[in-house]
């Protein structure tokens, strides 16, 4: 089975450039969520879905990042415009829980690297 | 909010055991534990629900006490294939199972031969 497909592995823009990652979840899953792990602070949640609904973006920094998932099987991390302090690993992952009690775990991609020059 | 996890870091040698521990400041609805390789993503371990759960596979286990808000995970009799950086992930009360999770910093594991 397919894991959770991330697109691009590998990201270098300018600073100012618009950035888009993109996130394929586990056929079947119903949560989507993107971190964002640096050294300094670590493996952070930026947002999350159930069912294709945005439930929590407190974790967003900044109005520069948004997220969508217009279907199932695809979502988008945004950034406008992108700074230095945004290189980072981003990371999607998905999970299939049934609202009362998770019957999994979350599944992480193999992430993107972004660098902000 | 974050869980803090002890130790930081680790260096044994094969064949010995290690605890790492990860500790909440909040109610906990379930603890999830992942190890991640240099490069790579997060990895499942287990995940453990109910307070006083315990759980394992191969060498690893895991526990949860909930009244403590605590988590500890015990890895015995350690391989090279163990080494990496150990995380926990915790979901309060009230996720409902559908929550993201909040990490803590990582313990980093290192086997030596």
């Known amino acids: 089975d397919a894991g959770v497909i991330q697109s691009p592995r590998h990201e270098v823009t300018e600073m100012g450039q618009e950035v888009t990652l993109r996130c394929k979840p586990i056929?079947?899953?119903?949560?989507l969520f993107w971190y964002r792990q640096t050294m300094m602070r670590g493996l952070e949640l930026l947002i999350y879905f159930n069912n294709n609904v945005p439930i929590d973006d407190s974790g967003m920094p900044e109005d520069r990042f948004s997220a969508k998932m217009p279907n199932a099987s695809f979502s988008t991390l945004k950034i406008q415009p992108s700074e230095p302090r945004d290189s980072a690993v981003y990371f999607c992952a998905s999970s299939l829980a049934l609202g009362t009690s998770p019957t999994d775990t979350q599944y992480f991609g193999p992430g993107t690297r972004l660098t902000v020059l | 909010q974050q869980p803090v996890q002890s130790p930081q870091a680790v260096i044994l040698r094969e064949g010995e055991d290690a605890v790492i521990n990860c500790s909440s400041s909040k109610a906990l609805y379930s603890v999830h534990w992942y190890r991640q390789k240099h490069g790579e993503a997060p990895v499942f371990l287990m995940i453990?629900?109910?307070?006083?759960e315990q759980k394992g596979h191969d060498k690893i286990s895991a526990s949860f006490n909930e009244k403590k808000q605590q988590s500890s995970l015990y890895l015995t009799a350690s391989q090279l294939s163990y080494s990496g950086t150990y995380f926990c992930g915790t979901e309060g009360r009230g996720g409902g199972g559908a929550d993201g999770l909040t990490f803590g910093k990582g313990t980093h594991l290192i086997i030596q031969p």
């Open positions: 453990l629900l109910k307070g006083g």
């Open positions: 056929s079947g899953h119903n949560s």
